[in-house]
């Protein structure tokens, strides 16, 4: 079964300071990766996608960057935050079903 | 733009009664529908998904009808317990699209009194 690990579970963080989240996915080997925002109480946009390592693609643009290091590992990260940026982050591993991490709690302040 | 529309934004029922959440679409491209169940502080899990090939797909207390002709859905949760109480959302995906690319609505908030 296909489990997918993210890291940090929280964090808050200063206005212009970096990010980085992190996102493992075990059971699977070459999975599409994803990364969501979803504000609270919102619906989930889709911020990037990979199919494979070393290539990501960005579906919107909101001051963000992601990477896929390896097979089974997707970042996503910023050199500047900016208070928009407050929101719950979650990876989703998968192609025809995407399943979903338990998420990271982003707050900017 | 909005393509995939859900209604009603909020839904209470009581216990033992069907909830009936609707799911409507724009593109008619879009040839698979995963239903995905929200409790707050967590990731969406999985529910249950048809494809477009299908009128109706059932698992246990939850039964996707869907309507093709008219594009939309409709996610039926029988006999309705407390523990259903959270925020369903409705995704849809491309035809052939390799990427995966789900397209989600806005959700609608169950809620279930005992």
């Known amino acids: 079964a296909q489990t997918i690990h993210q890291w940090p579970v929280a964090e808050i963080k200063a206005v212009g300071s970096p990010l980085s989240l992190g996102c493992t996915i075990k059971?699977?080997?070459?999975?599409?990766l994803y990364w969501y925002w979803q504000a609270t109480g919102g619906t989930l946009q889709q911020l990037f996608y990979?199919?494979?390592?070393?290539?990501v693609e960005s579906v919107v643009q909101l001051n963000l960057s992601a990477s896929r290091p390896k097979d089974d590992q997707f970042i996503l990260s910023t050199e500047k935050l900016l208070l928009s940026h407050s929101g719950f982050y979650l990876c989703?591993?998968?192609?025809?079903?995407?399943?979903f991490g338990p998420g990271t709690r982003l707050l900017v302040l | 733009q909005q393509q995939v529309r859900q209604s009603p934004q909020s839904l209470t029922v009581w216990e033992g009664e069907t909830a009936i959440l609707n799911c409507s679409y724009e593109?008619?491209?879009?040839?698979?529908f995963p239903w995905y169940q929200q409790f707050p502080g967590e990731g969406p899990a999985l529910l249950i998904a048809i494809r477009s090939v299908s009128d109706k797909k059932e698992d246990g207390r939850f039964t996707i009808f869907f309507n093709k002709r008219e594009k939309k859905l409709s996610l039926h949760i029988t006999d309705s317990q407390p523990g259903d109480s959270a925020t369903y959302f409705c995704a849809a995906r491309l035809t052939g699209a390799n990427t995966g690319k789900l397209t989600f609505g806005h959700g609608t908030i169950l809620r279930v009194h005992p």
């Open positions: 593109n008619s491209a879009f040839d698979y």
């Open positions: 990979s199919i494979t390592v070393g290539q």
């Open positions: 059971g699977k080997s070459s999975p599409n």
């Open positions: 989703a591993g998968g192609q025809d079903t995407q399943y």
